[in-house]
């Protein structure tokens, strides 16, 4: 069974420090890696999606790397913002099915 | 813009009492699903659905039902709540689970608290 792990558990940076959060899977015929973003008390919201013919994808700030052989994805903030505390959960999708990591807890002091 | 809708934030109930919730996509996706979160336990599945009338047990069924109708619209049903339901409900869909790439949009979340 495919198992998706998160770590740390939790980060604390300075703000304006770029940063990276790992994921790593066991499996690694998947389809599609997906990052999301969740703050305390909402819903996930859905940040970055790699596709496993992909390596990499940029959204503004915000850069995921997939290493389907190695099993690694990795979420590079770039320039860190008191905005982007919260907790930011991976998940990969394969077998048909979704499997989430347990996510890192993100703190951005200003 | 895409959308999935809860239809309560915030729910309190008594032990023993039936709970529903509801959940909306417009997306015309096939595939809804229904998750809880617990601190340290991240999200688990209870239950989803590929299809109108059609649902799939996930890892914790127990003490859960399903009900979807209409392809929009998902609905978890605690038959009699406990306090060891108190929980973070998440409600996702994503298109046809037989896509080589799929995508999942969530709702934004009911907190139950059962007393």
């Known amino acids: 069974k495919q198992e998706v792990t998160q770590i740390p558990a939790a980060l604390s940076v300075p703000e304006g420090e770029n940063l990276v959060l790992n994921c790593s899977f066991t499996d690694s015929a998947i389809y599609n890696l997906q990052w999301f973003r969740q703050d305390p008390g909402k819903g996930l919201t859905s940040l970055l999606l790699i596709q496993s013919s992909q390596r990499e994808q940029t959204s503004g700030r915000l850069n995921a790397s997939l290493d389907k052989s190695s099993g690694r994805s990795t979420l590079y903030i770039a320039a860190s913002q008191p905005g982007d505390s919260a907790t930011y959960l991976c998940a990969v999708f394969s077998g048909n099915q979704f499997y989430f990591g347990t996510g890192t807890s993100l703190t951005v002091i200003p | 813009d895409v959308k999935v809708t809860q239809s309560s934030r915030y729910l309190v109930k008594r032990t023993g009492e039936k709970v529903f919730l509801e959940c909306v996509q417009d997306m015309d996706h096939e595939n809804m699903f229904w998750y809880r979160q617990d601190p340290g336990l991240g999200l688990r599945l209870i239950y989803f659905?590929?299809?109108?009338?059609?649902?799939e047990k996930g890892d914790i069924p127990e003490g859960y039902s399903v009900s979807r109708e209409k392809k929009e619209r998902f609905s978890l049903i605690l038959e009699s709540a406990s306090t060891n339901q108190t929980s973070m409900y998440l409600c996702a869909s994503s298109p046809l689970l037989g896509l080589k790439v799929n995508e999942q949009f969530f709702g934004p979340g009911t907190r139950l608290t059962v007393l």
């Open positions: 659905s590929y299809d109108v009338k059609m649902k």
